[in-house]
Antibody, heavy 125, light 109 residues
Framework: QMQLQESGPGLVKPSETLSLTCNVSGGSTSTSGYYWGWVRQPPGKGLEWIGGINYSGSTYFNPSLKSRVSMSIDTSKNQFFLKVTSVTAADTALYFC?????????????????WGRGTLVTVSS | EVVLTQSPGTLSLSPGDRATLSCRASQSVDSYLAWYQQKPGQAPRLVIYNASNRATGIPARFSGSGSGTDFTLTISSLDPEDFAVYYCQQRSTWPPGYTFGQGTKLEIK
């Protein structure tokens, strides 16, 4: 059974870059029909979609974060990655990686069917 | 950008009751709406996709309905494990991406 697990520093200083890894086990990130994405949740608040990437490296991002976000994927290791630059306290959140059922990023139907447990990232000096 | 508004904000019910949760979109999203359940300290769990399809492993007491701008998640007879926060989510093709509603907290009365 496929599982996702986030990892990365729990504390990042303001203006620095947040970097997270999602390790996928029990399956392959090379399969078409899926994107691999990130969703975050500030403490006590709701969910915000960040972006997604597929096996070929095609990416798409939340317009509100697009200027600061990048993603990459290493299908040989079944890992994908998130970077958020110039972080502020507003980026403090629980970050989830998730599998998106989605063939192309312009498809009408898509949703996240598998999620990691999440990793808390705090932005503070 | 499509805005999703969920109601009520909090719903207080007892085990065995019927729960009806609402999600309204600011413009039509056809049937491209999903529902997620989130318990404290856990990741969201997909419950319903494409408005009315139950996700794998979701009990039959959960059902989704609606299209266009008005959607409903119904839990026919609440089990103690169903008390959680529920989010609706829509899929947008331009700009491509997802937005979530603000959530409905389903709490034990």
């Amino acid at each position: 059974q496929m599982q996702l697990q986030e990892s990365g520093p729990g504390l990042v200083k303001p203006s620095e870059t947040l970097s997270l890894t999602c390790n996928v086990s029990g399956g392959s990130t090379s399969t078409s029909g899926y994107y691999w994405g990130w969703v975050r949740q500030p403490p006590g608040k709701g969910l915000e979609w960040i972006g997604g990437i597929n096996y070929s490296g095609s990416t798409y991002f939340n317009p509100s974060l697009k200027s600061r976000v990048s993603m990459s994927i290493d299908t040989s290791k079944n890992q994908f990655f998130l970077k958020v630059t110039s972080v502020t306290a507003a980026d403090t959140a629980l970050y989830f990686c998730a599998r998106e059922v989605l063939y192309t990023y312009y498809d009408s139907s898509g949703y996240q069917d598998l999620w990691g447990r999440g990793t808390l990232v705090t932005v503070s000096s | 950008e499509v805005v999703l508004t969920q109601s009520p904000g909090t719903l207080s019910l007892s085990p065995g009751d019927r729960a009806t949760l609402s999600c309204r979109a600011s413009q039509s999203v056809d049937s491209y709406l999903a529902w997620y359940q989130q318990k404290p300290g856990q990741a969201p769990r997909l419950v319903i996709y494409n408005a009315s399809n139950r996700a794998t492993g979701i009990p039959a007491r959960f059902s989704g309905s609606g299209s266009g701008t008005d959607f409903t998640l119904t839990i026919s007879s609440l089990d103690p494990e169903d008390f959680a926060v529920y989010y609706c989510q829509q899929r947008s093709t331009w700009p491509p991406g997802y937005t979530f509603g603000q959530g409905t907290k389903l709490e034990i009365k």
